[in-house]
């Protein structure tokens, strides 16, 4: 095994990549294709759909380029696991293929406000316990409500992005536990779909018989398809190994479960996670999601629009920094986290509520993101820098209610995804969180948090814990500087006031 190697495919929100970790979690291979933009998406619609068919290619052309341009060969692959976004939905038929466009965690279209009423018992119960408007919410963002009804009481299946990519790598029909998040009727504490007589089924439009085969993280689905093994050059039956969701992965590579340790996801979509052997919601009726351990549960709080906010800021108002960041051979982003540095903490008095996208639960139906406190000495990179504090301090915000839901104190924060890339921002975080910030040595976090599965299902580790033992290392660590600390105290103080002030206008909106 020491010459065997484990390929997790990770198809995420801006691009698809093929990663090659060796039994040590060491980076061996990458390959990197960019996602077009979803269907309308780039029309500024609240769309953001894509074909199945070309999800599954990008698959077959990540792999393809990996093969091509590394060293690595076929015959030292053990094992092959995926992880994908969550959230994202679509109907398929009894062998795999979609029968409707993937509808990307992104997509924000909502179904009508008539919806087929529930039972007058369901509703009476829902109104008293004030939850009414929140479950008509709800309902509305489920895209099996949104859709013609016919054509999802037609469809024999409704699963997520990972059980349409794992039913055609292996022609076998099955989704794995712990990428389970989403508008399904799946019971997040007991880790299954709901019982047969559960509101969920009437609520979200759909029927158990719909739903696909669960399997815990680490079990085998299926042998490597015939089909997907000729295009790719991969062998026929190559184990694929079920792992989760991006976050998922990510947050138990980071260290999800181990004791004072919270983790923190900088990607499109922004985290902050405990990982719970007690299942614990951060808010009342919001789930905790599955772990990749079985035996754990991820307590969360979200933004939709995390660093998201940073790339369409960037797309809206930063022709002149693309431009200058071209001519020194700099990506925007790296170009502009430089120039914020000089930007004094607090951003000399701009706030910005990060709450672009709505929440069932948190931040709620009537969220507006706001920026507020504008003055003539004010530029764009304030505004740039105020958008990253505002994420970091809704961040800490959650982490406090999920300290204080848990009874954990965390003692230490790891950071993953993109925003975890830059040493600006983790400095950023280590003061407005005022505890110390690590990044993982590897900064494909969700790859190794999947390759990590693929470890224990090939014999190579006995359990997940001595995977992420053997296969994690932290790299550099942030210390909190004092006097940004209690600079932060005070803006943190003036943003935790801002949406509470600003909810009841969203609300009239």
């Given at each position: 095994?020491?010459?065997?190697?484990?390929?997790?495919?990770?198809?995420?929100?801006?691009?698809?990549?093929?990663?090659?970790?060796?039994?040590?979690?060491?980076?061996?291979?990458?390959?990197?294709?960019?996602?077009?933009?979803?269907?309308?998406?780039?029309?500024?619609?609240?769309?953001?759909?894509?074909?199945?068919?070309?999800?599954?290619?990008?698959?077959?052309?990540?792999?393809?380029?990996?093969?091509?341009?590394?060293?690595?060969?076929?015959?030292?692959?053990?094992?092959?696991?995926?992880?994908?976004?969550?959230?994202?939905?679509?109907?398929?038929?009894?062998?795999?293929?979609?029968?409707?466009?993937?509808?990307?965690?992104?997509?924000?279209?909502?179904?009508?406000?008539?919806?087929?009423?529930?039972?007058?018992?369901?509703?009476?119960?829902?109104?008293?316990?004030?939850?009414?408007?929140?479950?008509?919410?709800?309902?509305?963002?489920?895209?099996?409500?949104?859709l013609d009804r016919h054509k999802v009481a037609e469809a024999p299946k409704i699963g997520l992005l990972s059980g349409l990519l794992l039913s055609r790598l292996t022609d076998k029909l099955g989704d794995g536990v712990a990428y389970q998040v989403g508008y399904l009727p799946f019971d997040y504490r007991r880790?299954?779909?709901?019982?047969?007589?559960?509101?969920?089924?009437?609520?979200?439009?759909?029927?158990?018989?719909?739903?696909?085969?669960?399997?815990?993280?680490?079990?085998?689905?299926?042998?490597?398809?015939?089909?997907?093994?000729?295009?790719?050059?991969?062998?026929?039956?190559?184990?694929?190994?079920?792992?989760?969701?991006?976050?998922?992965?990510?947050?138990?590579?980071?260290?999800?479960?181990?004791?004072?340790?919270?983790?923190?996801?900088?990607?499109?979509?922004?985290?902050?996670?405990?990982?719970?052997?007690?299942?614990?919601?951060?808010?009342?009726?919001?789930?905790?999601?599955?772990?990749?351990?079985?035996?754990?549960?991820?307590?969360?709080?979200?933004?939709?629009?995390?660093?998201?906010?940073?790339?369409?800021?960037?797309?809206?108002?930063?022709?002149?920094?693309?431009q200058g960041a071209k001519a020194l051979g700099l990506s925007p982003e790296e170009y502009i986290l430089r120039r914020i540095d000089a930007v004094t903490p607090g951003t000399d008095g701009l706030l910005l509520s990060p709450t672009w996208a709505q929440g069932v639960i948190f931040p709620g139906p009537e969220?507006?993101?706001?920026?507020?406190?504008?003055?003539?000495?004010?530029?764009?990179?304030?505004?740039?820098?105020?958008?990253?504090?505002?994420?970091?301090?809704?961040?800490?915000?959650?982490?406090?209610?999920?300290?204080?839901?848990?009874?954990?104190?965390?003692?230490?924060?790891?950071?993953?995804?993109?925003?975890?890339?830059?040493?600006?921002?983790?400095?950023?975080?280590?003061?407005?969180?005022?505890?110390?910030?690590?990044?993982?040595?590897?900064?494909?976090?969700?790859?190794?948090?999947?390759?990590?599965?693929?470890?224990?299902?090939?014999?190579?580790?006995?359990?997940?814990?001595?995977?992420?033992?053997?296969?994690?290392?932290?790299?550099?660590?942030?210390?909190?500087?004092?006097?940004?600390?209690?600079?932060?105290?005070?803006?943190?103080?003036?943003?935790?006031?801002?949406?509470?002030?600003?909810?009841?206008?969203?609300?009239?909106?």
């Amino acid at each position: 095994m020491d010459n065997q190697y484990f390929l997790a495919l990770d198809y995420g929100t801006q691009s698809t990549r093929a990663l090659v970790f060796d039994p040590k979690g060491n980076l061996i291979a990458k390959a990197q294709l960019a996602n077009a933009n979803c269907r309308e998406e780039q029309q500024g619609t609240a769309a953001a759909s894509q074909s199945g068919d070309y999800c599954v290619a990008q698959l077959t052309a990540v792999v393809q380029k990996l093969l091509a341009e590394s060293s690595v060969r076929p015959g030292q692959i053990a094992a092959l696991s995926l992880t994908c976004q969550r959230a994202c939905l679509v109907l398929m038929d009894e062998s795999g293929h979609a029968r409707s466009d993937v509808f990307m965690w992104s997509d924000r279209r909502l179904a009508a406000e008539q919806l087929m009423p529930l039972p007058w018992y369901q509703r009476l119960g829902f109104g008293l316990l004030g939850l009414g408007k929140r479950i008509h919410y709800l309902r509305r963002c489920a895209k099996t409500n949104w859709l013609d009804r016919h054509k999802v009481a037609e469809a024999p299946k409704i699963g997520l992005l990972s059980g349409l990519l794992l039913s055609r790598l292996t022609d076998k029909l099955g989704d794995g536990v712990a990428y389970q998040v989403g508008y399904l009727p799946f019971d997040y504490r007991r880790r299954r779909f709901a019982n047969a007589g559960n509101w969920r089924w009437r609520a979200l439009n759909c029927r158990p018989q719909q739903m696909l085969p669960l399997a815990e993280a680490t079990t085998v689905h299926g042998g490597l398809s015939a089909g997907f093994a000729s295009l790719t050059g991969l062998p026929v039956g190559l184990p694929v190994v079920l792992a989760g969701a991006d976050k998922a992965c990510e947050a138990y590579a980071a260290g999800a479960g181990d004791p004072g340790l919270a983790c923190v996801s900088l990607g499109s979509a922004a985290t902050v996670t405990l990982g719970l052997e007690r299942y614990t919601e951060a808010y009342r009726y919001a789930p905790a999601f599955p772990s990749l351990d079985s035996k754990q549960f991820l307590s969360e709080v979200q933004l939709e629009r995390g660093f998201w906010l940073l790339s369409w800021l960037i797309r809206e108002f930063g022709a002149e920094d693309c431009q200058g960041a071209k001519a020194l051979g700099l990506s925007p982003e790296e170009y502009i986290l430089r120039r914020i540095d000089a930007v004094t903490p607090g951003t000399d008095g701009l706030l910005l509520s990060p709450t672009w996208a709505q929440g069932v639960i948190f931040p709620g139906p009537e969220a507006r993101g706001a920026i507020v406190g504008w003055r003539p000495e004010h530029g764009r990179f304030h505004l740039y820098r105020a958008a990253i504090e505002g994420v970091l301090l809704t961040l800490a915000r959650g982490l406090e209610r999920l300290r204080k839901v848990s009874g954990t104190v965390p003692s230490l924060i790891r950071v993953t995804g993109g925003g975890s890339q830059s040493d600006v921002v983790l400095q950023m975080a280590a003061d407005i969180f005022n505890l110390p910030v690590e990044r993982l040595s590897v900064s494909e976090a969700s790859g190794l948090g999947a390759a990590m599965c693929a470890a224990v299902a090939m014999g190579q580790y006995e359990s997940l814990a001595e995977a992420r033992l053997g296969m994690a290392k932290s790299a550099q660590r942030f210390e909190p500087d004092p006097r940004r600390v209690a600079c932060y105290r005070v803006v943190a103080r003036q943003h935790a006031r801002l949406y509470p002030r600003l909810k009841p206008l969203f609300q009239t909106m």
